[in-house]
Structures are given as structure tokens and as C-alpha cells.
């Protein structure tokens, strides 16, 4: 088990590495030089080249690398040229809603997507499996913050039944807080359900042909406890690794759903940063998502294996 | 595609479905000029957020600019974008797949660790955080996207390729000393052009999407031109006065990539040799 971790790890680091190279060497992208930025109207040459020399911008850019990468592992990734915080502060700020989106998002995507994906698959062919189908295609091809749109047009605009924007946190007043989170959860939610609905269902097909699943039919079990107990047991597998794919999912369609409902979380500030020029804050957005994504797909594999007898014994 | 896969494909029924709704888009983005009822960018402060009318189908913007026609307009802007991008980065993506999948050894190393790193980053905050990067217009809009999606193809091609190179008949092209690039060229890529048209009909879906996204931020498109996604990004300023602008535009961003993808799930299973 250790030994296995440890592997994984010895390709994850690496390749948070080379993350790391692409986040700084976004900023060599950037047109312009970004001490005469710094230096605003002060153009005098001097002022500059101090600027450069204390920025270390005379420095070889791997030097540079170096310097910052020696920075962001002490746990500093910069200042916010807006807010003057640090963006390790902003980021545990910004973190708590986007959270509390995500697990919301979460449960409406699991309480949706698994049962109508056994559904579809155990009723291949029959209508309830074509209207689960064309419901979910439609649930992955609608933009998510159209449907916000949407929704904000029917429950606040019309109906007035929701508030449309109006973030309070959970711990200021949880009921407040519930119903505003009940839109950009459904929105973000259901995206995912459709994917998770989708893979439950070719999952669960795949293992409803295989021979231990006729076995158990032909030995006289009733049909909901061959598909819970044998078969829905194994269709877990390909779907404990989908779950790091749609936590990119959950993520892009946070940035895009705070926009519409203007939460103060994670994706709301990588946007305020990108129009404010905070490059910093951009970097540190894009590392420190890179990084639990690497960790969960670690997590992931782990748990795959935890679930999965076969993989246990040493290869 | 061989006459099977076409008499499966024609059978589909949703992957046609698919097909002629993307199609009618097509045409339209292509003939806009010829069929817009109105300029798209003239404004006219006298008939500011009309409703839907018969003068104006869709109704009129905040500057008065007949809806319909932006919206021909915006498909251009639109397709373009999801059609260019996807084709950029299969540009950079299969080439480095192929190598990868048929050289291996360090070459796979390399661009395998590379495309772990780009993946590592959710498709749209890359999007976002590369657009941020390159400045806001469609052109880099474009070129993020494509960005972003490469390492997808870099990932299949490898796998495609990889898979194909056991065969025989690459063995024997092999052994009697053909160069590489003739075997990649003649033997190779035929063989993996089924799930590269597939997975490049979702990732034009995704890619649209995507514009819409960064155009809906303010990254893609700039006004005064339109697309969907920036016509939404002014219409959520106005839902209260003037709900029908924000409709037209998602309606056409979701009936075109259900097209898509339906085209692209009929493709996959028409393409599938397996499957019958």
C-alpha cells in the first residue's frame, strides 16, 4: 500500500513541477514590461533599474524560477496588486463558499445522476432509458450560466420566489444562506449529474452483460439486489475515477455560476483578478487548483484500489 | 467511413437530427450577410430593448440593434471560434501524440508529463487564466481554447497510435525498412482517424461552450461585434427591463452543441466496429 503511494507520488510531484514551470511562465506571456508598470508615471531610468534589481528581473529567467518557486513552497505566492493581502489569505477567504458550492453541487449530482443511470441502463431500450438520455445530453450541452440566467428569469425575476443574488455566509445566517445557494447548487449540479448519469449508465451496462450478473439472475435473485449487490458494486470502479474528471467540471462551472449568482468564492476572484491584471492572484489560483487536483486523482487511485480486492496483491 | 458505417450512421436517427441542426447553423453563420434582416451593429436609440415584434422577430438590444440579426452575426463569431480552435489544437495535438505513441522511450516521457501537467488544470480555468494572459479578443480567445484542448488529442493519438503499432501489417512495414514518416503517414493514421473525427465533434461542442464562457466574461469577443456568449454578457445587465435578450443567445449556444454532441454520439457509435 505504502509502496504504492509512493509511486504514484514520485509521478504526481513531478508533474506539479512542471505545472509550477507553466504557471510562471504564464507571466512571460504577458505583452508590455512589467516594471515600467510598476513604475508608473516615475520613469526615470534609475528608479527602473532599481525596480529590475530588486525584482530580480535582471536575473536568467531559471534563476527567476528558482527564486519564485523557492518563495511559493514557503507559502508565499505573491501580494495582490489590488488588495495589498497576501494571495495565500485571499485564497482561504475566497475558499469557504466555493466549497460549500461544491458539496452542495455534490450531493444534488450523486442524489440525481447514480439512480437514474441504474435506471436507464437496467431499462435499456424502453422509453424511461431515451427520456434519461436526451435529458442529460441536454444537462451537458446547456452553457451553466445560461441556466442561471434562466432560472433567475423564472424564480426571482417573475415568480419572486428566490433571491437572485444576496450571498450571506453560513455562519452569519445558515437558513439565508441555504436559499441562496439552492440556484447555483441546481445549476452546477445538475451539469454534473448529466455526466454523472451518463457514465453510471455505460458502467452499469457493462457489467449487466458480464457472466456473474446472468449467474446471479439465473440463480433466482430478484432483480433489484443482483443489480445493487453484483452489479452496481463493480460499475463503482470507473466511476470513483470519473469523480476527479468532474471535479474540473465542478470547478469551471463554479467560476462561470458565481459570475451569474456574484458569490464571493474561488471563481469569482480568479475573474476579478483576470479583469483587475492581478497576475498573481491568476498564478496562484491556477497552482493551488493543479494541486488538489493532483491530489484527489491521488486519492482517487487509492481509493480505487481500497475498493477493488484485485488490485491489493502485490504485482 | 466504409458503406456499413454509413448505413449505421444514416440510421441514427439523433445523430441526423444532430447533423441538420448543426448544418442549419453552418449555413446561416455563412450566409449572414446575405440574410440579415437588419445591420447588426447600427443603433437606434428609438426603438431601445423592444420587445419581440414583427419588426424585430427577437426584439431589440439595449442599443436598440435588432437581436436577429447579432444573432447571425454572433454564429459566425461562434463556429468560427469553436471550429478554428478545435482545429489548432489538433494541430499540436496529434503530431505530438503521434510521436509520443510511436517513438516512446524519452519523446513519450516528455510530452506524457506535459500533457498530465496541462490536464491537471480544469479545461476552462486554464482557458480563462491563458486568455487572461494573452489580452481579451476572439482571436486569443481562440488560441486559448486550442490551447487547453490539445493535450486531450495528444492523449488520444497516443493511445490510438500505440495501439495500432502491435498490428501486423505495421511490423511488417517495418521490416522491410519503409521510413518512419511513410508509416505513420500510409499505415498509421488511417487507422486512427474514426475516434479523432469523433472526439473532434465534442471538442468543437466544448470548444463552443468555452468561447461562450470567456466571451460571457468579457475575455472573447469585444464589443461592438457580437457573439452568443458576449450578447449574454450584456443581457444579464438587463434581465428585469428586457428578458428576451438573454433567451435568444443560449438557445442558440445549446441547440448547437445538443447538435453536436448527438452528431458526435451517432459518429462514435456508426465509427465503432465493436458495436452493433
Redesign the interface.
Known sequence: MLSFVLRRLAVAIPTLVLVSMLVFGLQKLLPGDPVLAMAGEDRDPQVIEQLRERYGFNDPVPVQYVHWAERVLQGDLGTSLRTHQTVTTLLAEKLPPTIELAVLSMLIALAIGIPTGILSAVRKGTWTDHLANVVALSGLSIPHFWLGILLILLFSVTLHWLPAVGYVPFGGDPAANLVAMIMPSVVVGGGLAAALMRHTRSAMLGVLKSDYVRTARAKGLLSPAVILRHAFRNALFPIVTMSTLLFGELLGGAVLTEQVFTIPGFGKLIVDAVFNRDYAVVQGVVLCVAAAFLLLNLIADVVYMLINPRLRRPR | MTSRSLRKFLNHHSALAGLVVVVFFVLVAALAPLIMPDDPLKTNFLAVRKAPSMAHWLGTDELGRDILSRMMLGARASLLAGGISVVIAMAIGVPLGMVAGYFGKTADQVIS??T???L???????A????????PSLGNAMIAIALSAAPIFIRLTRGEVMAVVQEDYVEGARAIGLPHRWIIVRYILPNILSPLLVQATLTV?TAI?AE??LS????GQQPPSPSW?AM?NV??NF??QA?WM??S??VA??LV??GL??LG?GLRDALDPRGD
Open positions: 508529463r506535459l498530465d501537467a496541462l491537471s488544470c480544469p479545461f476552462l480555468i486554464l480563462i487564466a491563458l486568455g487572461a494572459f494573452l489580452g461542442a461552450i461562450a464562457s460571457f466574461l468579457g475575455l456568449g449574454l443581457a444579464k434581465m428585469e428578458p438573454s433567451v443567445p443560449g449556444i445549446f452543441v445538443l454532441n448527438l454520439d
